[in-house]
């Protein structure tokens, strides 16, 4: 009886032992699509994965709007996506798409969430990055210089409109284009055909065209940066932010309203502002449900509307009922990358949001989705909420993990070293002229006789520009002092989740994303192929 009893009691202990526990799920989400936004997604992916209880995978591949948009409309796979939840595309979907996802019973969504600069970029020595003195064309001359017709910088048309532009006489343009698809080409093509139709034709637009015989090719925009850095007299096209980051000197275009401005100068302001032009004269929809094959944010009104602007969409089906419990999370997704954090990210990776008008057809999209029976996910920001906070489908600034905390102290490090470095070049130049001021000084009281004269009234000359220049370094540096200590501020709120960060979410209503309020692009081919930066 003993034995039948230890034996029981094994089993039993086994049995015990050998109950499976139910792991947790993880609810995955998976995009694909133009590579413009994809350091966006990848840092929101990141977050939420940190963030989120219980654990979330949110997965962006990278592959260009072309491949984005075909995997999203499964034209070959009974107009079904491919193991896609959402695509994503810096050009809208094709009017011949649009209506066969329509006609095959699918509504679609074009949800806006992000906007970009594409510029002009020259190569003339002497000239300045931006701003005053500036190299200044319109879409017409730009146009021939493209295409060939205007062929020298000291051409009478370039000249006209840059009267001190000292360069030798004869001295040929060269003109840089990039090769196989590209939606920076797209773009260009289009602001100047929609900018200077008689000149640059329907018949020139588009992500790959027939350029002159006689111009030079760039393959992508690495490659279209280092062309125009190392050819003098050179001009080429490429994403406002990577050429500025790269040292380019930028052209200034005139703009519809007459006026004549860089990227640099436009501002985030200036791009945002191309939507809010579109919008205003019915160029771009205020229903995310609309056809929107025709939406060109190029060559927009406004005086100081930048005037080649590009703008990124997510693909969303109305009806994500298919999707279960990971419909839930997309819209906690879509909700994140328009709220004033997910839209702070953007400068970083020299991209600018979107402004009001444009949210509004985001929330719009939100509202229209049909959703399954799924538990909708909330919001914890920087005010604690209590108990709740801890629940699960709660997406908690207040939960982190080691790495994404490590990189916010790396990224604050960084620009605290590249800060502290121009403040050191801008002390060493100080303490030069400072010296040279001394010097001069003191050669001007040694001089004595009539013979020296005219050496005094240049060393004059030099004394009193240098003791121009030392105060006005000396403001730059104090300057940059402050503006160092503002961003050290700013980071340090942002890495510890302090009350001066801003988190979307309510700590009044749970789960209600705040949503009002707002510096290299996307090189994909059109539909069909697929074209990495």
Known sequence: MMIVRVAAAALLSIMVFEVPVAATEVT?????????????????????????????????????SGTGQYEFIGTDNGFLPYSQDFGSGDIPIGASDYKALKDAGHEIIHYPFQMGAMSIFHNVPGMPKSGAGALNLTACVLAKIFKREIKTWDHSEIKALNPKLSVPA????????????????????????????????????????????????????????SKLASTPYSIGYIDSGHGHADGLTEIALENKAGTYRTSLEAGAAGIAAAATEAIA?????????ADFSTVSLHNMGGADTWPIVAISYVYLRK??????DRACLLK???EYIISDEGQALLPAYDAVGVPNEV????????????????????FEGSSTMAGTGQSDHVISLKRRDYAEYDRGQLKARTVEYKENAKIQALEATIAQLTQQLAELK??????????????????ALGVAAIAMATPALAVSVAAMLVTLRIMNMASAARAGGGAGAQMIGSPQVAGTPV??????????????SAQEI
Not at 319 to 324: A, C, E, Q
Not at 359 to 378: D, E, G, H, Q, R
Request: net charge negative; aromatic share 8%.
């Open 170 to 225: 004869g001295q040929d343009i060269k003109v840089y284009h990039r090769v196989e698809g590209s939606s920076t080409t797209g773009g260009v093509t289009t602001y100047l055909h929609a900018a200077c139709p008689s000149v640059w034709t329907a018949t020139l637009v588009g992500s790959t065209i027939t350029w002159p015989t006689d111009t030079y090719e760039a393959y992508g925009s690495g490659g279209m940066s």
């Open 442 to 459: 003191q050669k001007e009281s040694s001089h004595e006789t009539t013979e020296d004269k005219g050496k005094d009234n240049n060393n």
């Open 515 to 528: 949503s009002a309020g707002v510096p290299p692009l996307d090189d994909d081919t059109a539909k069909g």
């Open 281 to 289: 004269a019915s160029v771009m929809p205020t229903s995310p449900l």
């Open 28 to 64: 995955v989400l998976d995009g694909s699509g133009t590579t413009n936004p994809s350091k966006f997604f990848w840092e929101v992916n990141s977050l939420f994965e940190a963030r989120a209880k219980p654990p979330v995978r949110v997965t962006y591949r990278a592959v260009g």
């Open 319 to 324: 009806n994500l009922t298919s999707l279960g």
């Open 359 to 378: 949210k509004s057809i985001a929330n719009t999209a939100l509202n229209s989705l049909v959703m399954p029976a799924c538990t909708a996910w909330s």
């Open 332 to 334: 906690a997704f879509l």
